[in-house]
């Protein structure tokens, strides 16, 4: 009776033992998808470079019908181009802060800059600016981005105010 009891046990131990084999395994697998898992949803930082083209300076006159949107603080108004000259990479935002300080921030999303479909526009409460591409939402105040993947304030270029004309130059602000 010694002898099967002693198998028994045994059998009992090794079998534990494979247990806890099969949950170290099985530990290590979860562990490893819940480590692929979170680096997976970590914003992507990669530097894509924001392309850069020069324009030349363009000035405006903001008594003319079509800028009557910049009249009012918070007013705005999306440009391709100004008098058939393109500006900026896909174009510009110009944001009126107040009635002295203009703002003109670049179209080309930050994030992932060089693909096809980042471009930025106006959300359609005018509250702030978003990317139809990866969804990121930015402040017209500065630029910075409020929401989304985006982790890099849109391009901004000077501006200077004079009377009735406002100067918009290829020279990076930010």
């Known amino acids: 009776m010694p002898g099967i009891l002693a198998?028994?046990?045994?059998?009992?131990f090794?079998?534990?033992?494979?247990s806890n084999d099969q949950f170290r395994r099985l530990f290590?697998?979860?562990?490893?998808?819940?480590?692929?898992?979170?680096?997976?949803?970590?914003?992507?930082?990669?530097?894509?470079?924001?392309?850069?083209?020069?324009f030349p300076t363009s000035t405006i006159n903001l008594f003319l019908p079509e800028y009557t949107s910049l009249a009012v603080d918070g007013g705005y108004k999306s440009m391709?181009?100004?008098a058939g000259t393109s500006v900026g990479v896909r174009g510009i935002i110009l944001?009126?802060?107040?009635?002295?300080?203009?703002?003109?921030?670049?179209?080309n999303?930050?994030?992932?800059?060089?693909?096809?479909?980042s471009n930025v526009g106006i959300h359609a409460s005018g509250l702030f600016m978003v990317c139809a591409g990866c969804g990121s939402n930015f402040s017209f105040t500065?630029?910075?981005?409020?929401?989304?993947?985006a982790w890099r304030p849109l391009r901004?270029?000077?501006?200077?105010?004079?009377?009735?004309s406002l100067t918009i130059t290829n020279e990076i602000a930010n």
């Not at 944001?95 to 179209?107: G, I, N, Q, S």
């Not at 500065?142 to 993947?149: I, L, N, Y």
């Not at 901004?156 to 009735?164: D, V």
């Open 109 to 117: 999303c930050s994030y992932h800059p060089n693909e096809a479909g």
């Open 80 to 82: 391709s181009s100004i």
């Open 28 to 54: 290590k697998q979860v562990l490893f998808f819940i480590l692929l898992m979170a680096g997976s949803c970590n914003r992507d930082l990669s530097d894509d470079p924001i392309p850069v083209v020069y």
């Open 7 to 12: 198998e028994k046990q045994e059998r009992d």
């Open 95 to 107: 944001y009126r802060k107040d009635k002295t300080t203009y703002l003109a921030f670049e179209v």
């Open 14 to 18: 090794m079998s534990i033992h494979r």
């Open 142 to 149: 500065d630029g910075t981005p409020t929401g989304g993947v």
């Open 156 to 164: 901004k270029y000077r501006t200077e105010l004079s009377g009735s």
